[in-house]
């Protein structure tokens, strides 16, 4: 059976974030929040009928807002790591980049990330059936 459960984990401008805990048949649980879209729980089965957390998350929202946090579970931005001098070529077309990071160069895509904003959710009624590629 596969599930999606929805619940509050914490506020931001008095504006509750959401924790997503998704399930599947196999026992896997993930738990993602719509702050940063991030990864707060990667979870499988131990083979001892308890779970294994992969991942590593904190167990309230303050410390996914803090000013320096370490921005774990965070989606990165456009580009991971650095595009140095913050431009770059596609077909002899120049595109220029916010210089966001050290040294003038882009780091992770621009000035605000993607590991802070809300990322909208639209949860489904029904969970599709996976489709399997067929080759030509």
């Known amino acids: 059976m596969q599930r999606v459960e929805r619940s509050v984990f914490g506020e931001l401008n008095s504006k509750p974030i959401h924790l997503f805990r998704l399930s599947n048949a196999n026992g896997m649980v993930a738990e993602l929040l719509e702050f940063g879209g991030r990864i707060k729980a990667l979870c499988i089965p131990d083979g001892q009928g308890g779970l294994d957390n992969m991942s590593v998350g904190y167990d309230t929202f303050e410390p996914y807002h803090a000013r320096f946090n370490p921005w774990l579970g965070a989606l990165l931005g456009r ?34 990330g993607f590991d802070s904003p809300y990322h909208h959710r639209h949860v489904l009624s029904r969970v599709p059936e996976p489709q399997r590629l067929q080759e030509p």
């Open 79 to 112: 580009t991971a790591s650095r595009v140095t001098g913050a431009r770059f070529q596609i077909d002899g077309k120049t595109y220029n980049l916010s210089a966001s990071g050290p040294a003038g160069s882009n780091m992770h895509g621009a000035f605000v």
